[in-house]
């Protein structure tokens, strides 16, 4: 099939990346690679999963939301050549290469948007303010981890610019994979547009404390991310479509004060609810996005979401795995070994379940006509 969109090149990059990111855990002892299995996970999880399905879905959604020109041949190869720098540098003890490349890529992702966002010939969704602050986040993460700043780059980087995505696109997707109408982007108000612009500054300055050592910017992070939930998301509207889904990404929103008020609690054990965010909020949120992306641009009917036994597996292994990635840190031994291996069959069951659904369908055309967005 002849490739004609972004996210068919990367998200299936994103999902070789999330499946090594979580395979060296399996084989760290056979001594395959003399890089720490932590440093690749990490960096394979953020440059190579998570940046392969945010490279896809912006270079995608972007040209469709400002009626501008979709991606070039040489869009396409400067994307391609950086992500798979990424997953290449993963793999590296030294650090800077997999940094330096992180912020060739937010550069040109930047670039890419700035160029179509100029000509825009649709009114520029709200949301975009928030994908700038994630942009500025991750350049900002990327050099602090340069310069062997890991605290606060994690938090930046790993943490911020992520969430910052989730929680500013999220405006939309909450609403459309709950099978409800956008309510925020449809009857906001100035003001109330300028409230969540401003939410997104504190949450951003917010996360920069907390790198500094801040302790309580987690509490004020659970308590902005409150806000988002109940008066820009609207979490609390019920919902009647039948799809896991819909069970998803309100565990995706429970996620996001759970993880900072927990790190508020104990923040010596950070890295343990950083996982909360990044297995059920930030990676759930990435398949349910990408699901919805691949049947409306493939010329799928999105009704499929609602009767996928698949989706309901995917939710359900990647809760579990988020329990068994927090017991990890209060066992040890033999226990702590079995709760991080549990962990990472759990993400790979996810993934399998979500693939066998999903994974043809991002290079085979659906039955309609022409896609529905």
Known sequence: MRINAPYQIFFPIGILNA??????????????????????HAKLIVGGFLWSFITGFLMTAIPRMTDTKSANVVEYMSSLFLICSLTIFSWKLDGRFFYFTQI??????????????LKAKKTIPVFFSHVGLAMALALVGSYYHYIGNSYMGIHLLHAGATLLLILGIGTRFFSFLSG?????????????????????ILVSVSLF??????????????IFSLVYLFFIWKIYRSS????????????????????FFLTWLEPGLYITWFHILFISCFSLITFSVATR?????GAYPTDLEMNSTALKY?????????????????TDGLWKTSCLHLA?????LAIICWGYAFFIKIFKPGPQSKPSC
């Open 19 to 40: 499946m090594l990111a979580v395979g060296i855990w399996f084989v760290q002892n056979l001594n395959w690679f003399s890089t720490p299995a932590i440093f690749i």
């Open 104 to 117: 060739l890529l937010i550069t040109f992702l930047l670039t890419y948007g700035a160029r179509r966002i």
């Open 180 to 200: 409800l109408s956008s309510d925020f982007e449809e009857n906001n108000k100035t003001w109330h547009k300028y409230i969540f612009h401003t939410l997104g």
């Open 209 to 222: 404390l907390a790198g500094s050592g801040m302790s309580i910017a987690y509490l004020s992070l659970a």
């Open 240 to 259: 009647n479509r039948p799809s896991a889904l819909k069970h998803g990404v309100r565990i995706v929103a429970a996620a996001i004060p759970i993880s």
């Open 293 to 297: 992306v691949i049947l409306a641009h």
């Open 314 to 330: 995917l939710v359900l292994f990647l809760f579990l795995g988020t329990i068994s990635r927090i017991l990890y840190a209060y």
């Open 344 to 348: 990472a069959t759990l993400w790979f």
